[in-house]
T-cell receptor, first 113, second 114 residues
């Protein structure tokens, strides 16, 4: 069974630009969550989508957005990039049950210059 | 508010020695608790989880963890560490909101010396 696939793995952007990251969950999983990982703040929850609906949202500004498609693939977008957005963005998929295990992808490492 | 504290930022253990990584949580109800491991350049992999029942849970790679409600702790243990266990370890609790949001500790980096 294929794991969670995130693209791109690495990308470099400049301040003010926007970026879109993609996540393909494990086949059959309907929930996709996004986390931001930085050395200072650790792992922070961004948002979760389940059956194309945002079910949960962390404490991030509106520049961070996401969506989920009918095939459960998800994208997250960050607009007007700031230096502080440099991070590893991790996607996790699960069956969607509240007590389910999260399966993480390898992440997309974003560097903002 | 829910929170997870991992008091040790970095631990070094000799290969073959025992390991205990500490985790304390703050939660208003019976928590769902997890330990994840992250190797360099990789995503997170679930080691074990506690939902209810037996307070000593077994996981993959020879790891176990014990839930102690009175101490609000969920410490991870391994009797004999291997060099391949060097990684970053994260304790997490499931948030009270709907969905599968996890609240993670800041992590503990494990180094293994020969």
């Amino acid at each position: 069974k294929a794991g969670v696939t995130q693209t791109p793995r690495y990308l470099i952007k400049t301040r003010g630009q926007q970026v879109t990251l993609s996540c393909s969950p494990i086949s059959g999983h309907r929930s996709v969550s996004w986390y931001q990982q930085t050395p200072g703040q650790g792992l922070q929850f961004l948002f979760e989508y389940f059956s194309e609906t945002q079910r949960n949202k962390g404490n991030f500004p509106g520049r961070f957005s996401g969506r989920q498609f009918s095939n459960s693939r998800s994208e997250m977008n960050v607009s007007t990039l700031e230096l502080g957005d440099s991070a590893l963005y991790l996607c996790a998929s699960s069956s969607g049950r509240n007590t389910g295990e999260l399966f993480f992808g390898e992440g997309s490492r974003l560097t903002v210059l | 508010a829910q929170s997870v504290t991992q008091p040790d930022i970095h631990i070094t253990v000799s290969e073959g020695a025992s390991l205990e990584l500490r985790c304390n949580y703050s939660y208003g109800a019976t928590p769902y608790l997890f330990w994840y491991v992250q190797s360099p350049g990789q995503g997170l992999q679930l080691l074990l989880k506690y939902f209810s029942g037996d307070t000593l849970v077994q996981g993959i790679k020879g790891f176990e963890a014990e839930f102690k409600r009175s101490q609000s702790s969920f410490n991870l243990r391994k009797p004999s560490v291997h060099w391949s266990d060097a990684a970053e370890y994260f304790c997490a609790v499931e948030g009270l909101q709907a969905g599968t949001a996890l609240i993670f500790g800041k992590g503990t980096t494990l180094s293994v010396s020969s």
